[in-house]
C-alpha cells in the first residue's frame, strides 16, 4: 500500500518541480536591456524567453513598468506560448545605441540616439 503511495508522491513531487522551473520565465525584446513579466505591454512586438537566473546574470535589469521579480514570475500559471527559444550557451543580443544618420532641415546631423538596424531614427527612418 505504502509503495503505490510513495510512487504518487514521487510523480507529484516531479511535476510540482516541472511546473516550478517553466514558471521562472522572464522575456527580453530584440532590442531592450531590461527583463518583463509574461503580460508587460513591452513585449508587444518580440519576446524572446530566458529563464530568471539566467538573464540577471546577462545584465539585464528589470522592467519598470510590469517589474518582474522571483515571486511574481512563480505565481504566473500560464505557460509561454509563440515563444522563441534561445540558443544554448549563446548570450542574448545586446544592441547598443547609435547617432541617426539622418539630417535636419539646416543640414546638420541628427542628434537622436536609435537603437534600429537602418541607423535612422524614428523621425528619418
Same mark, same amino acid.
Given at each position: 500500500?505504502?509503495?503505490g503511495l510513495?510512487?504518487?508522491?514521487?510523480? &507529484?513531487t516531479?511535476? %510540482?518541480?516541472?511546473?516550478?522551473?517553466?514558471? *521562472?520565465? !522572464?522575456y527580453? @525584446? /530584440? @532590442? #531592450?536591456? +531590461?527583463?518583463?513579466?509574461?503580460? !508587460?505591454?513591452y513585449?508587444?512586438y518580440?519576446?524572446?524567453?530566458?529563464?530568471?537566473?539566467?538573464?540577471?546574470? %546577462?545584465?539585464y @535589469? %528589470? !522592467?519598470?513598468?510590469c517589474k518582474?521579480? /522571483?515571486?511574481?514570475?512563480?505565481? &504566473?500559471? $500560464?505557460?509561454? $506560448?509563440? =515563444? &522563441? %527559444?534561445?540558443v544554448?550557451?549563446?548570450?542574448?543580443?545586446? &544592441?547598443?545605441? =547609435? *547617432?541617426?544618420?539622418? +539630417?535636419t532641415?539646416s #543640414?546638420?546631423? !541628427?542628434?537622436r540616439k @536609435?537603437?534600429?538596424a537602418n #541607423?535612422?531614427?524614428? $523621425?528619418?527612418g
Amino acid at each position: 500500500m505504502f509503495k503505490g503511495l510513495s510512487h504518487v508522491l514521487l510523480i &507529484v513531487t516531479f511535476l %510540482a518541480s516541472y511546473i516550478f522551473v517553466d514558471a *521562472q520565465t !522572464c522575456y527580453v @525584446t /530584440k @532590442t #531592450g536591456s +531590461k527583463y518583463h513579466m509574461p503580460s !508587460c505591454s513591452y513585449l508587444k512586438y518580440s519576446k524572446i524567453a530566458y529563464k530568471f537566473d539566467e538573464i540577471k546574470e %546577462a545584465g539585464y @535589469t %528589470a !522592467c519598470s513598468r510590469c517589474k518582474p521579480t /522571483k515571486a511574481k514570475l512563480e505565481n &504566473v500559471a $500560464q505557460a509561454p $506560448q509563440n =515563444v &522563441v %527559444a534561445p540558443v544554448k550557451n549563446a548570450s542574448p543580443r545586446r &544592441v547598443n545605441s =547609435v *547617432q541617426c544618420s539622418g +539630417k535636419t532641415r539646416s #543640414g546638420i546631423r !541628427c542628434k537622436r540616439k @536609435t537603437k534600429n538596424a537602418n #541607423g535612422y531614427c524614428y $523621425q528619418h527612418g
